[in-house]
């Protein structure tokens, strides 16, 4: 069974800096892309960012493009988020999604997300 | 960025009734459409992919049609546990969009 545990999640300033982090378990990570969607209170869906199984293809939403950065360790199947500069937008649950595929870009498998509130 | 917009908004809809959710393209996505379900205080739930094809496990009640534009989901006859939101995410061109949700309610 896929499991994906995120965590790193908190209250942060504006300006500040947060780490999120992705625990998969139950699939070969490496054989899949990853992403991060998140959605706001009460809100919809927005992806926020996707790398491809060998971290050769990378891709951002535009309204975090230049502050937010993708990795993966496949040797620890984990992905993170670094997020810099974060804004009062940014306020959101964070969810770790696995694709359905090497980069078909469809969501098959999501974990329960952690919470980034940022406020002063 | 292509936009894609769900209507109706709220469906309002009685068990056993057949549910119909548009979602629409700015342009054209080819086939290139998935639908999720999400529930209160769970994560979504990917339903279809590729405007037809049903994920793993997904009941046959539930279908998709479609095509450049304009798609549909359709639930066939409502079972008390479709009562959700319903998301549209295309993946034909980057960034990835999902629309904003419709929200199928108990009449």
């Known amino acids: 069974e896929v499991h994906l545990v995120e965590s790193g999640g908190g209250l942060v300033q504006p300006g500040r800096s947060l780490r999120l982090s992705c625990a998969a378990s139950?699939?070969?990570?490496?054989?899949?892309?990853m992403h991060w969607v998140r959605q706001a209170p009460g809100k919809g869906l927005e992806w926020v960012s996707g790398?491809?199984?060998?971290?050769?293809?990378?891709d951002y939403a535009d309204s975090v493009k230049g502050r937010f950065t993708i990795t993966r360790d496949n040797a620890k199947n984990s992905l993170y988020l670094q997020m810099d500069t974060l804004r009062t937008e940014d306020t959101a649950l964070y969810y770790c999604?696995?694709?359905?595929?090497?980069?078909?870009?469809?969501?098959?498998?999501w974990g329960q997300g952690t919470t980034v509130t940022v406020s002063s | 960025e292509i936009v894609l917009t769900q209507s109706p908004a709220t469906l309002s809809l009685s068990p056993g009734e057949r549910a119909t959710l548009s979602c629409r393209a700015s342009?054209?996505?080819?086939?290139?459409l998935a639908w999720y379900q999400q529930k209160p205080g769970q994560a979504p739930r990917l339903l279809i992919y590729?405007?037809?094809n049903r994920a793993t496990g997904i009941p046959a009640r539930f279908s998709g049609s479609g095509s450049g534009t304009d798609f549909t989901l359709t639930i066939s006859s409502l079972e008390p546990e479709d009562f959700a939101v319903y998301y549209c995410?295309?993946?034909?061109?980057?960034?990835?969009?999902f629309g904003g949700g419709t929200k199928v309610e108990i009449k």
């Open positions: 999604v696995k694709d359905t595929g090497g980069g078909y870009a469809y969501f098959s498998a």
């Open positions: 139950g699939f070969t990570f490496d054989d899949y892309a």
């Open positions: 790398i491809s199984w060998n971290r050769h293809d990378i």
């Open positions: 342009q054209s996505v080819s086939a290139y």
């Open positions: 590729d405007t037809s």
């Open positions: 995410q295309q993946r034909s061109n980057w960034p990835l969009t």
